[in-house]
């Protein structure tokens, strides 16, 4: 038994050393252009996609093979198509099936592993500028099709009390650690009357918001500036306030959700959206779990303790957890909303 146990978790292994070099070579037809170049022909020989890409020619063909060997890609002569089903995954970053985002956070996480190794042996932690322009577009991209698709459609409608909010004229909405922005336009694009103020520490994200804002053409309704959520010139301005997927990266949970407490109106709401993990530890966990854990480890947990004093949370925040923050941040209920999404979960913070 004892064989046969070693045999199947050696296979397991292999299994995932084959899933990473998909994940590793995905990045690089990401980064270089590959996969936009190939859906935007019928079929490109190695010499056609390196000069459309501007690329050597030998490593466009390994490259080119290796991704119709591993399946990823079709072959026939010497030339190589992209499956339209793959090109939406690949090259569509709006489409609610797109994937290539998720190579790019991993990668991410393995560039700075030599200071994560170094903050588990200090205890200390790696900035979020660390992980580099791939962090930053990575998760911005994984939360962009629900923004499009499901924030503004199906997700705030369902609260119908925040869409009375929303549809006010001279409504104002705060969304603090905005990142890159697009929760921010697509609030601002489907709610017409509301103007959008985003908030974020790091000056690489609100450089991308603003960017996208001008893409968007809806930069004046929108204004993205580095600065605390705490700051006092903003207090009770908002009708609604919200952060998405960010409250378990922080480093002093308590105090962002104080503040975001403080910029609602008397009236207003505060929603928060972050991971939805399981209620307790159990192991083996479902697929879900064991990816969270994965970000934790890489990403959220070095980045949540760089700086100090940390709650250090971690991905895997659970509702108690987020209870307890709450209510530490002055809360009297938090309210788990019936939104339902295998990733993330809603909740509703009231303070009366």
């Given amino acids: 038994m004892d064989e046969q146990s070693a045999d199947a978790f050696a296979e397991r292994l292999f299994g995932a050393g084959l899933g990473t070099v998909d994940v590793l070579t995905v990045y690089i037809g990401d980064r270089l252009g590959y996969y936009a170049a190939l859906a935007d022909a019928d079929a490109l020989t190695p010499a056609e996609l390196a000069t459309k890409t501007g690329t050597n020619e030998r490593y466009a063909r390994e490259w080119l093979e290796q991704q119709a060997v591993t399946g990823i890609i079709d072959a026939s002569g010497s ?54 322009a791939d962090a930053i577009e990575g998760q911005a991209d994984q939360n962009r099709p629900v923004f499009e698709h499901l924030l503004t459609k199906e997700w705030l409608p369902s609260i119908p009390d925040v ?23 697509a609030i601002a694009r489907d709610y017409p009357e509301a103007a959008v103020d ?18 968007a053409g809806l930069s004046d309704r929108l204004s993205f500036e580095v600065r605390d959520a705490a700051d006092p010139a903003h207090a009770g301005l908002y009708d609604v306030v919200l952060v998405f997927e960010s409250i378990h990266d922080l480093s002093q949970p308590v105090e962002v959700l104080r503040a975001m407490r403080t910029l609602a109106k008397p009236d207003g709401a505060v929603i928060v959206m972050d991971e939805r993990v399981a209620d307790s530890f159990t192991a083996p966990g479902d697929e879900v779990e064991r990816l969270m854990y994965g970000y934790s480890v890489l990403l959220c947990l070095p980045a949540g303790m760089a700086d100090k004093p940390s ?35 809603f909740y509703r913070l009231h303070w009366a």
Wanted: glycine fraction near 10%.
């Fill in 79 to 132: 030339s190589f198509s992209l499956p339209p089903a793959h090109a939406e995954v690949l090259t569509e970053p709006d489409n609610l099936a797109a994937m290539a985002w998720l190579p790019r956070l991993l990668v991410s996480g393995a560039q700075a592993l030599p200071k994560i190794l170094e903050a588990f042996r200090t205890g200390g932690g790696v900035s979020w500028s660390d992980f580099g």
């Fill in 163 to 185: 869409e009375e909010r929303l549809r006010r004229a001279g409504a104002r909405v705060a969304d603090v650690c905005c990142g890159a922005g697009l929760s921010s336009i």
């Fill in 198 to 215: 985003g908030f974020d520490l790091d000056p690489m994200s609100i450089g991308l918001a603003k960017q996208n804002a001008k893409n």
């Fill in 311 to 345: 709650a250090e949370t971690g991905t895997v925040m659970r509702t108690d957890t987020m209870r307890a923050y709450a209510s530490e941040a002055g809360f009297k209920e938090v309210e788990v909303l019936p939104i339902e999404h295998a990733f993330f979960r």
